[in-house]
């Protein structure tokens, strides 16, 4: 099942945003690359605020103490288990859709 966050204008660039899917709570990224990265907001680390990580294109760095995460596919690159990774298109419309599947490609 898939769940519209609305339109893909209401991202900001480079930043995260929490919503809530099927009670996870989800960290959507929109990058300046034009990508839409959705993974768990909570790190696996201690718990901190993905959301409020510095992201790039590639990856979220977690604000509490600094764990690195891919967006693509939740694996860290600091040694800490993986993000969990959801389903994020946009849509003809510029409807952003978040799925609790994992992309194919990811
Ligand atoms: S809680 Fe995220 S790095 Fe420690």
Redesign the pocket.
């Known amino acids: 099942m898939e769940i519209s966050i609305g339109s893909l204008d209401s991202l900001p660039v480079g930043e995260g945003r929490t919503f809530a899917i099927d009670g996870d709570m989800v960290a959507v990224f929109r990058t300046r690359a034009g990508m839409v990265h959705a993974v768990s907001a909570v790190?696996p680390?201690?718990?901190?605020p993905?959301a409020d990580g510095l992201a790039d294109n590639e990856v979220v760095i977690?604000p509490?103490?600094?764990?690195v995460f891919e967006l693509a596919t939740g694996c860290s690159r600091s040694g800490?288990p993986p993000l969990r990774v959801y389903g994020a298109r946009v849509t003809d419309t510029g409807e952003v859709l978040l799925s609790t599947r994992v992309p194919v490609d990811a």
């Open positions: 790190c680390h201690a718990g901190g993905i977690c509490l103490h600094q764990h800490q």
